[in-house]
């Protein structure tokens, strides 16, 4: 099986958000099961910098604007992935990111950037392609960068392939004035309801949902819940039009990088068995960041992009109450300046009580999942979220509020989940400041009152199973569904289906 895993980003390489994380890890764990399956990325400075190993493939022409670019292949070393590289000097080798500039603004010709990987995807899967001796029976289209992908294969090319597209978050949807259309190359006899017009703009997103053969989210509950007004923002309707083709999977965490057994960036290693190891991490970080070093005091845990959709403006009017009751808290992100400047303001006033750090930093994300007792994530919608899956691998017990992936992975604690051991963290009753410093109250006082539990709540998270081999198997049996056909496996690999 053939698959091309169309993406604006992959970590290592570039990395924006989840999306990155995803693209890193699920071709590696398709790979591991036997799939040939080749990453295909804009060639950014920061892609073209770390594939040392780049070599020409071809030549691919007629492209919109501007006609030409070359298509590199090379490496990422830590999985050995081929991952084959648009070259387009002009088009995507500038400073600042692979959305907007170093000022924040969207590149004005964003429509065009990423039209262009759309377009190759579809150029590499259908008769046309340049490379002979490699074309895909699968092209998974990531999020709206790639959405157009679908409607250049079955209008333009004319591929046999077939299409998949991974929905990360509705809330991007890639909307642009029909002027882009000519520019483009996209017939304009499908500018309707019925295909990639939205409101009168054109929708990469939307394409990419009526197109693609076939639809996947990141969590089971966020597939239903898109299908409403409330998250599908305003694609609800197809999405439910194409309901029995929509399939929610869970994604996994790269264990290899996020395991606190093996973690380099832990001052100690500690696991499930052996949790005696998370003290020393938790007043190693209290150290770093100046709060008070106190083994006692509950450390609540942020790392995140402050924005509404985050829920944290919901921590604000909650937090010196949290303070003045014992415990402490640090912060890890950035985002809206209102947001930013509340909790440095609660900072300025909570010295050796209240860290923030503005920006990003990859070992303090790490640092703080490991060091902190409790992990805060109030989103008001998530589609999967990975940091939750990394405070249960961490014995990090998350707070989170009840959607998307936050409600597939988070079991809250009650008398009967904690009986059955499917306890590993608290949920909010709703989104807001006043449930969830309820919820917040209620892991306080297990963590206070009553050491064993909170160490079975830990383990139970510690011992899930939150690799991508469980996730991977479902993509693959969503490949399967689209070729008609069962893909033979390796062998090791048969009981875990």
Partial sequence: ?????????????????????????????????????RILVPGYPAVLNQLDDLTHVAMLKNLPVIENAELLMGTILDNDINVLV????????????????????????????????????????????????WQPNIVHC???????APAYMKLVEHSKAKSIISLHNMAFQGCYA??????????????????????GQLSFLKAGIFYADT??????????????????????????????????????????????EFDPHLIKTYSATKLAGKKQVKAALQE???????????????VSRLTHQKGLDMLV???????????????????????????????????????????????????IMAGCDMFLMPSRFEPCGLNQLYGLAYGTPPIV???????????????????????????????????????????????????????????????QNLSWDKSALEYLAEYEKLLGKEFKIKDSLKLAR
């Fill in 1 to 37: 099986m053939r698959v091309l895993f169309a993406t604006s980003e992959v970590f290592p390489l570039i990395k924006t958000g989840g999306l990155a994380d995803v693209s890193g890890s699920l071709p590696t764990a398709l790979q591991n099961l036997g799939v040939d399956i």
């Fill in 86 to 133: 648009i070259k387009a000097t002009g088009l995507y080798e500038r400073e600042g990111g692979p959305y907007v500039d170093a000022n924040g603004q969207e590149w004005l010709d964003n429509p065009v950037r990423f039209g262009i990987l759309s377009k190759v995807a579809a150029i590499l899967s259908g008769p046309h392609s340049p490379i002979a001796d």
């Fill in 142 to 148: 990531n999020d709206w960068q790639t959405g157009l």
């Fill in 178 to 199: 029909p002027s882009w259309l000519p520019t483009l190359a996209l017939p304009s006899t499908h500018f309707t309801l019925e295909g990639f017009e939205y409101h």
């Fill in 215 to 260: 639809i996947t989210t990141v969590s089971p509950s966020y597939a239903k819940e898109i299908q409403t007004p409330a998250f599908g923002f305003g694609l609800e309707g197809l999405l439910s039009k194409r309901g029995n083709e929509l399939k929610g999977i869970l994604n996994g965490i790269e264990t290899d990088e996020w395991n606190p």
């Fill in 288 to 302: 770093r960041l100046g709060l008070h070093v106190d083994a006692n005091a509950p450390l609540l845990g942020v």
């Fill in 317 to 367: 009017p909650i937090l010196q109450q949290l303070v003045n009751a014992g415990c402490q808290f640090a912060l890890l992100g950035s985002g809206e300046s209102s947001l930013e400047h509340a909790f440095r303001h609660l900072a300025v006033n909570n010295p050796g009580k209240v860290s923030v750090t503005i920006g990003y930093n990859e070992p303090l994300s790490h640092q």
């Fill in 401 to 463: 509020n009840a959607t998307g992936g936050l409600a597939d992975s988070v079991v809250d604690t009650n008398i009967i989940t904690f009986k059955n051991k499917t306890a590993n963290g608290f949920v909010m009753s709703e989104a807001s400041s006043a449930s969830l410093l309820s919820c917040i109250k209620q892991a306080l006082n297990v963590f206070n009152n009553d050491a064993k539990a909170w160490q079975q709540i830990q383990k139970n998270g510690m011992l």
